[in-house]
T-cell receptor, first 115, second 114 residues
Framework: GAVVSQHPSWVICKSGTSVKIECRSL??????MFWYRQFPKQSLMLMAT?????????EQGVEKDKFLINHASLTLSTLTVTSAHPEDSSFYIC???????????FGPGTRLTVT | DQQVKQNSPSLSVQEGRISILNCDYT??????FLWYKKYPAEGPTFLIS?????DKNEDGRFTVFLNKSAKHLSLHIVPSQPGDSAVYFC?????????????FGQGTRLTINP
């Protein structure tokens, strides 16, 4: 199946700093990518839809100025958590669908810990 | 409002037996349903899906059943194997084919006992 990678796999940062997470589709092009967040023992919650060549669309309650999304190319989307706070500590996962299917392929996730 | 619900947080099944994971949804606009398997600190892996025009889809040991009138779907794994131990998420989409947003349930942790 299709492969989606994320980098870094885990990151620890200090409160107030910014962190960038990359999501890459390795063997296919993705005009759309999705960013999810998962808190411990909870469901995956969709944060935003990343669109290549246009602005991302954010789900209700997600601050677009805090979670900056840039879909730089057909194989790369980045999520930047700005001015991170401890409550932003979570597991961030991206996904991308291959064209012509309804199935999404997920990255391995990024564990963010804000101290 | 939890549109997709997995009411059993955990399930324990003996190896070789059938595992049945359940999922309920409230949004009647959902027309595509998927099951994902997830290991700790990894992204979900797609298992099987079903369109609302069907009531059953089978792939090897995995079968998904959809009851639209009850807004209920289930995943059957038979025979269950130790490697099936993981968290299983059901997900639903409301916009048909293509790149669509998924709404996930809370997950059910399946443990297969030898």
């Amino acid at each position: 199946g299709a492969v989606v990678s994320q980098h870094p796999s885990w990151v620890i940062c200090k409160s107030g700093t910014s962190v960038k997470i990359e999501c890459r589709s390795l063997d296919f092009q993705a005009t759309t990518m999705f960013w999810y967040r998962q808190f411990p023992k909870q469901s995956l919650m969709l944060m935003a839809t990343s669109n290549e060549g246009s602005k991302a669309t954010y789900e209700q309650g997600v601050e677009k100025d805090k979670f900056l999304i840039n879909h730089a190319s057909l194989t790369l989307s980045t999520l930047t958590v700005t001015s991170a706070h401890p409550e932003d500590s979570s597991f961030y996962i991206c996904s991308a669908p291959t064209s012509g299917t309804s199935e999404q392929y997920f990255g391995p996730g990024t564990r963010l810990t804000v101290t | 409002d939890q549109q997709v619900k997995q009411n059993s947080p955990s399930l324990s099944v003996q190896e070789g037996r059938i595992s049945i994971l359940n999922c309920d949804y409230t949004n009647s606009m959902f027309d595509y349903f998927l099951w994902y398997k997830k290991y700790p600190a990894e992204g979900p892996t797609f298992l099987i899906s079903i369109s609302s025009i069907k009531d059953k889809n089978e792939d090897g040991r995995f079968t998904v059943f959809l009851n639209k009138s009850a807004k209920h779907l289930s995943l059957h794994i038979v025979p269950s194997q130790p490697g099936d131990s993981a968290v299983y998420f059901c997900a639903a989409s409301a916009e048909g084919q293509g790149a669509q947003k998924l709404v996930f349930g809370q997950g059910t942790r399946l443990t297969i006992n030898p």
